[in-house]
């Protein structure tokens, strides 16, 4: 797929050759509390997604759920997905700005922003799926992904995994307190 576009770097090439899963909806707060006992998020709701925690939180929250006996019966280990893994699943085999089109007009169907959010996360999944069946890729709340930050490349990569380190690590999606663009 074609990773990237004019505003946010050099559109390029890149070749995914590792199957991996990601969850239909962001992580719930039921399920943050189920995995660590605890829910931080300003809004409670339990059908709402986990907001203001950290990266490392995330990495430990995965880690915690990896170690659970049910989840390594089946062999199960859960990781943040890399940018190119989280950009392809949202762009679900779309060539267009957003997975519904390029018609920013459209995103209220499709995503929770400023715009439409009343000031607040929204319970998840309410809105309509990309192609692939997956909720909320372009808002509600922003989305941690494995890579420290650097600029895209110009060339075709295959399996990139970002730099080693960095000064800032990577989200990406939308937000309901920020604007559609």
């Given at each position: 797929f074609v990773m990237g576009d004019d505003q946010d770097g050099p559109p390029h090439e890149v070749t995914l050759t590792k199957p991996f899963y990601l969850g239909v909806t962001e992580v719930t707060n039921a399920q943050w509390e189920a995995v660590m006992g605890e829910v931080p998020s300003r809004n409670k709701a339990p059908n709402h997604p986990v907001d203001?925690?950290?990266?490392?939180?995330v990495v430990g929250f995965c880690e915690k759920l990896s170690e659970l006996p049910e989840e390594q019966k089946a062999g199960r280990v859960y990781r943040l997905p890399t940018e190119a893994e989280w950009e392809y699943a949202c762009r679900a085999g779309t060539k267009t700005a957003y997975s519904f089109g390029n018609d920013e007009r459209l995103l209220g169907d499709c995503a929770w922003f400023a715009g439409n959010s009343d000031g607040r996360t929204q319970p998840v999944g309410r809105k309509k799926p990309n192609p692939w069946?997956?909720?909320?890729?372009?808002?509600?709340?922003?989305?941690?992904?494995s890579d420290w930050y650097e600029a895209y490349p110009n060339d075709a990569v295959t399996d990139p995994q970002g730099p080693f380190r960095g000064s800032r690590r990577v989200h990406r999606g939308g937000s309901w307190y920020r604007t559609a663009r």
């Amino acid at each position: 797929f074609v990773m990237g576009d004019d505003q946010d770097g050099p559109p390029h090439e890149v070749t995914l050759t590792k199957p991996f899963y990601l969850g239909v909806t962001e992580v719930t707060n039921a399920q943050w509390e189920a995995v660590m006992g605890e829910v931080p998020s300003r809004n409670k709701a339990p059908n709402h997604p986990v907001d203001v925690v950290s990266w490392e939180e995330v990495v430990g929250f995965c880690e915690k759920l990896s170690e659970l006996p049910e989840e390594q019966k089946a062999g199960r280990v859960y990781r943040l997905p890399t940018e190119a893994e989280w950009e392809y699943a949202c762009r679900a085999g779309t060539k267009t700005a957003y997975s519904f089109g390029n018609d920013e007009r459209l995103l209220g169907d499709c995503a929770w922003f400023a715009g439409n959010s009343d000031g607040r996360t929204q319970p998840v999944g309410r809105k309509k799926p990309n192609p692939w069946g997956l909720y909320d890729m372009h808002g509600n709340v922003w989305e941690w992904v494995s890579d420290w930050y650097e600029a895209y490349p110009n060339d075709a990569v295959t399996d990139p995994q970002g730099p080693f380190r960095g000064s800032r690590r990577v989200h990406r999606g939308g937000s309901w307190y920020r604007t559609a663009r």
